[in-house]
């Protein structure tokens, strides 16, 4: 294929434009390898804040930093050729000021190449996503549950049940409006979903929300299996390798143990072999 003809990664505006098209499809990512097998299979790649979780044990995301973030960033940026990058911000990087939003977000998109930041809040944030937006940052958005404030909602609970449906429909009209070019709809209840989905201009990608949204996204170690502390409903494993990986350890300790690896084939002569002729 030419160089010409070699498939680009899309950019804000190709999402903002799949609304009420083809699902989007998008996983998280931390690593270059797992970056190199979703590359041109999803539409955009997302280094989640989930990291602090599933990576590095945190109890929640709230501990997550920059510097974590840029890390993983850099990383998954290697494995990219035609998906987008998005970039979570961490807690504590964007909430104080429109300006320390921008300047965090800035270096974010500098450091690692993204195409996008990804930030929490609706109605709140609405300000601050237009202030980014009208200086270059292109911002998805993430409503309905959001990890960094379960410390004010009180655990990981479902967003937008009963009276609480109009708030959640006013922070996607928010920052939609606010120049948002997609949000993330986190364990919303499936018809409030499908009624936002209607009711916004830009994509809503689901996480725990509706097969009808514009788009869905899984945590790709929920979705494989590797990461079992627990299993949130929303997720479907589409492969077990927690336990395969399990079973090869154990494999590979019996084998050490017993002394039968390595075998000849591992190991190295103590004269070099003649070169063939």
């Known amino acids: 294929m030419s160089a010409t003809a070699r498939k680009t990664a899309p950019m804000p505006q190709d999402i903002l434009a799949r609304k009420g098209g083809t699902p989007l499809v998008s996983l998280t990512a931390y690593t270059t390898p797992m970056a190199e097998m979703m590359d041109g ?7 989640g804040d989930s990291v602090g979780m599933v990576l590095h044990g945190l109890p929640s995301t709230v501990g997550v930093t920059m510097e974590m973030m840029i890390l993983h960033g850099q990383a998954v940026r290697r494995g990219l050729t035609t998906s987008m990058l998005v970039m979570d911000m961490p807690f504590g990087s964007y909430e104080e000021s429109r300006e320390q939003a921008f300047r965090n977000a ?58 609480e449906a109009a708030a959640l ?52 170690d929920d979705m494989l299996g590797l990461f079992t502390a627990f299993k949130a409903k929303f997720v479907k494993r589409f492969a077990h390798l927690g336990d395969d990986a399990r079973a090869a350890i154990q494999a590979y300790a019996g084998e050490v143990q017993s002394r039968s690896f390595p075998a000849a084939e591992h190991t190295f002569a103590q004269t070099a072999p003649e070169p063939s002729k």
Request: glycine fraction near 12%; charged fraction near 15%.
């Open 169 to 220: 429909m006013a922070d996607a009209k928010a920052v939609a409006d606010a120049g948002a070019f997609a949000v993330v709809l986190e364990k919303v209840p499936a018809a409030l979903a499908d009624e936002i989905t209607a009711n916004v201009a830009i994509p809503t990608i689901g996480i725990g929300a509706s097969a009808n949204c514009d788009g869905q996204i899984l945590v790709v």
């Open 106 to 163: 800035a270096r974010m998109m500098a450091e690692t190449g993204a195409g996008a930041v990804k930030l929490e809040g609706g109605v709140g944030m609405a300000d601050t996503i237009n202030f980014l937006v009208a200086r270059g940052i292109p911002v998805m958005a993430h409503i309905g549950l959001t990890p960094q404030s379960i410390n004010t909602l009180g655990g990981y609970k479902v967003q937008g049940r009963g009276a």
């Open 41 to 47: 299979i999803c539409d955009f790649v997302l280094v």
